[in-house]
């Protein structure tokens, strides 16, 4: 069991950066690939981006690449996402998932959320 805490949503205006995090318990966590979701009001959940167990490999949703990082620190248990150049359309709760071995999909387990506002 893999339980995750996300952090570091808020207010921001457009253009704007914030910085994410996900904290996972337990000790198995350089087992997990580590994704971000995010789900706007009256949308469906959208992969934002993700990173293997060992960081080695990152992946990106098109609309983000460029200006999202993804990252983790396996001796923390915890997983980034440096989040620049903030959109209006970007407003949404953002989750963080994990998904044991392998990235792709679906994942085993998810955070409750954190609510990032993007103000125009």
């Known amino acids: 069991q893999v339980q995750l805490v996300e952090s570091g949503g808020g207010l921001v205006q457009a253009g704007d950066s914030l910085r994410l995090s996900c904290a996972a318990s337990g000790r198995t966590f350089s087992r997990y690939c580590m994704g971000w979701f995010r789900q706007a009001p009256g949308k469906e959940r959208e992969f934002v981006a993700a990173i293997s167990r060992s960081a080695g490999s990152t992946y990106y949703a098109d609309s983000v690449k460029g200006r999202f990082t993804i990252s983790r620190d396996n001796a923390k248990n915890t997983v980034y996402l440096q989040m620049n150049s903030l959109k209006p359309e970007e407003t949404a709760v953002y989750y963080c998932?994990?998904?044991?071995?392998?990235?792709?999909?679906?994942?085993?387990?998810w955070g409750q959320g954190t609510q990032v506002t993007v103000s125009s």
């Open positions: 998932a994990a998904r044991l071995d392998y990235c792709g999909s679906p994942y085993d387990y």
